[in-house]
């Protein structure tokens, strides 16, 4: 007894649909958490960036503030000690230029 070709694939056909399905789905959800990560971490980045820029033009009370405990808040903190550091160095500096001693 043989049966027509669209009836004997038709399982195949329904099994090809449900794969094709589950992989647009799988696709359609990892680009969403991409998104949604690389979102998370640029901010961050964004932050130090803009607070070494601050930092550079010379503004020494610019504190960058990251809670996101890694390394991109260890690096904010250590801008901040730097920034602390160099306003100590100008102000030091500042005061043995107006009492007249050579540095």
């Given at each position: 007894?043989?049966?027509?070709?669209?009836?004997?694939?038709?399982?195949?056909?329904?099994?090809?649909?449900?794969?094709?399905?589950?992989?647009?789905?799988?696709?359609?959800l990892a680009?969403?958490?991409?998104?949604v990560f690389?979102?998370?971490?640029?901010?961050?980045?964004?932050?130090?960036q803009a607070?070494?820029?601050?930092?550079?033009?010379?503004?020494?009370?610019?504190?960058?503030?990251?809670?996101?405990?890694?390394?991109?808040?260890?690096?904010?903190?250590?801008?901040?000690?730097?920034?602390?550091?160099?306003?100590?160095?100008?102000?030091?500096?500042?005061?043995?230029?107006?009492?007249?001693?050579?540095?």
């Amino acid at each position: 007894m043989e049966q027509p070709k669209s009836e004997a694939f038709s399982s195949l056909y329904a099994s090809l649909w449900r794969s094709a399905y589950l992989l647009a789905g799988g696709l359609v959800l990892a680009a969403l958490a991409s998104f949604v990560f690389a979102r998370r971490w640029v901010s961050p980045v964004r932050a130090l960036q803009a607070g070494a820029a601050r930092i550079a033009a010379g503004d020494l009370d610019t504190t960058i503030a990251l809670h996101t405990g890694d390394e991109l808040e260890s690096l904010g903190n250590e801008f901040n000690r730097m920034s602390a550091k160099l306003k100590d160095s100008y102000t030091t500096f500042g005061r043995r230029s107006k009492s007249g001693r050579k540095t």
